[in-house]
């Protein structure tokens, strides 16, 4: 769902950059006032896994592929949608500065979908859900997979209609052809993250809010994490992603041909020049990892006050 350069007229580049920059400035300030010390290596660590798992794209129906939103995900084990939509927005502006994954121009749009409309549609179905279903961590997963299907088809929806404004496609084409594949990779982006949940719960439940995190016990998830950037991003599915595809159906892929604006990096398109693609991937994958996980550590350090 990443909205490269080209799709979105300047118009609304422009104006969902400032909602983003807008939103995005009073989620740290929130963050700062909603979270402790001791969650700064969680928030951390959920950055990094969001940035990993979102390498893997998984296959769906029609040559299509999708990969793991995150945002219910970084809703539960936040705990906040506040710290989950810095946690989304950081690796947002990693993927698109660094690996040219997402536009620049488009990078306000795309933090919009994910890291606002994604993250704020997980935490209100899921507080509605958890009222109806009751709060038993057992019944977090269920939770979690409903949340996280409808959560990824909205956002979808949201980047339909900037498509939409844009002038890019009509109506009647985008909005049935994005929801329905969406549809599809609201199914895996479910199950994926029920799975999570239902890891975390069984495994480490310390990691999920109301619990002491236990950092001395970080080996395991940290190494989880960098075999899933560095080892199984090389199994990635080769299909186009989800708005990738609709673009080529709908005969507009060409926008994102015609017009690409990116930082000159040695890690574009997740690849290194004169190396051999699958170790590219895999170094890029890690490395990426790696910078998530620093960067979003050094915001919670810098955001949290001392006295916390």
């Known amino acids: 769902m990443h909205i490269p350069d080209g799709f979105i007229s300047p118009s609304v580049a422009l104006a969902t950059t400032l909602t983003s920059a807008s939103f995005l400035t009073v989620s740290l300030s929130r963050?700062?006032?909603?979270?402790?010390?001791?969650?700064?290596?969680?928030?951390?660590?959920?950055?990094?896994?969001?940035?990993?798992?979102?390498?893997?794209?998984?296959?769906?129906?029609?040559?299509?592929?999708?990969h793991l939103l995150g945002a219910t995900l970084a809703v539960l084990i936040l705990?906040?949608?506040?710290?989950?939509?810095?946690?989304?927005?950081?690796?947002?502006?990693?993927?698109?500065?660094?690996?040219?994954?997402?536009g620049i121009t488009a990078l306000g749009a795309n933090i919009l979908n994910m890291g606002i409309v994604g993250v704020w549609v997980s935490w209100m179905l899921t507080k509605t859900l958890q009222r109806l279903l009751g709060g038993s961590k057992k019944r977090l997963p269920l939770v979690a997979g409903i949340s996280a299907f409808f959560s990824t088809v909205i956002a979808s929806i949201f980047c339909s209609l900037e498509l939409i404004i844009s002038g890019t496609v009509s109506p009647h084409l985008i909005l049935p052809t994005m929801t329905g594949i969406h549809i599809l990779i609201g199914v895996g982006e479910g199950l994926i993250t029920g799975g999570v949940l239902t890891y975390l719960i069984?495994?480490?439940?310390d990691l999920l809010p109301g619990d002491?995190?236990?950092?001395?016990?970080?080996?395991?998830?940290?190494?989880?994490?960098?075999?899933?950037?560095?080892?199984?991003?090389?199994?990635?599915?080769?299909?186009?992603?989800?708005?990738?595809k609709v673009a080529e159906n709908l005969g507009f892929i060409h926008l994102a041909e015609n017009v690409r604006i990116a930082l000159n990096t040695p890690f574009s398109d997740y690849q290194i020049s004169g190396m051999n693609e699958q170790v590219g991937t895999?170094?890029?994958?890690?490395?990426?990892?790696?910078?998530?996980?620093?960067?979003?550590?050094?915001?919670?350090?810098?955001?949290?006050?001392?006295s916390a």
């Open 31 to 66: 963050t700062g006032k909603q979270i402790g010390l001791k969650q700064a290596p969680i928030m951390a660590l959920t950055t990094a896994f969001i940035f990993a798992a979102q390498m893997i794209n998984f296959p769906v129906a029609g040559g299509t592929s999708g």
């Open 79 to 102: 705990g906040n949608p506040w710290a989950a939509t810095v946690a989304i927005s950081t690796v947002l502006i990693i993927q698109s500065l660094l690996f040219a994954d997402g």
């Open 202 to 205: 069984t495994i480490r439940p």
């Open 212 to 244: 002491e995190p236990k950092l001395q016990r970080w080996l395991i998830p940290i190494i989880s994490t960098l075999l899933i950037a560095g080892i199984l991003s090389l199994f990635a599915s080769s299909f186009p992603d989800g708005l990738e």
């Open 282 to 306: 895999s170094l890029s994958g890690l490395f990426g990892t790696s910078i998530c996980f620093g960067l979003s550590f050094l915001i919670s350090k810098f955001i949290i006050p001392k």
